[in-house]
């Protein structure tokens, strides 16, 4: 098959247990092998939705990013909740964005790019 970029996402297996003291273990979860374009077409049309809707609040911009990264983007391999439950807060939203710019652009993250050179 055809080497078609790929992207992932780092989740914690294991929150309640890191929230007692635990070592977090990361489950990567990977975009599927195919996107259909349509998805980087409704990724632009996302970003700038979020970008100019001044009149939606932020909690609706964050929920529209985490629905269209687990739904459209990895394909239902993960859910919102995941994103929100399992995904380390500082820098989350950004991990999100760069989702987005991935799809839209095909941009890679360099943890993405290592890890596939280690083939994780």
């Given at each position: 098959?055809?080497?078609?970029?790929?992207?992932?996402?780092?989740?914690?297996?294991?929150?309640?247990?890191?929230?007692?003291?635990?070592?977090?273990?990361?489950?990567?979860?990977?975009?599927?092998?195919?996107?259909?374009?349509?998805?980087?077409?409704?990724?632009?049309?996302?970003?700038?939705?979020?970008?100019?809707?001044?009149?939606?609040?932020?909690?609706?911009?964050?929920?529209?990013?985490?629905?269209?990264?687990?739904?459209?983007?990895?394909?239902?391999?993960?859910?919102?909740?995941?994103?929100?439950?399992?995904?380390?807060a500082p820098g989350g939203?950004?991990?999100?964005?760069?989702?987005?710019?991935?799809?839209?652009?095909?941009?890679?993250?360099?943890?993405?790019?290592?890890?596939?050179?280690?083939?994780?």
């Open positions: 098959m055809a080497n078609l970029k790929r992207n992932m996402l780092e989740l914690i297996k294991n929150p309640e247990r890191v929230a007692k003291g635990d070592e977090p273990e990361i489950e990567k979860v990977w975009t599927p092998s195919f996107i259909p374009l349509r998805v980087a077409r409704d990724a632009i049309e996302l970003w700038h939705e979020i970008d100019t809707g001044s009149d939606m609040s932020e909690g609706d911009k964050f929920d529209k990013l985490a629905d269209f990264v687990a739904n459209d983007i990895y394909g239902g391999k993960i859910t919102s909740d995941d994103i929100y439950n399992r995904l380390h939203k950004n991990v999100l964005n760069q989702q987005i710019i991935f799809v839209a652009q095909g941009q890679q993250s360099d943890e993405t790019k290592n890890s596939l050179a280690r083939k994780d």
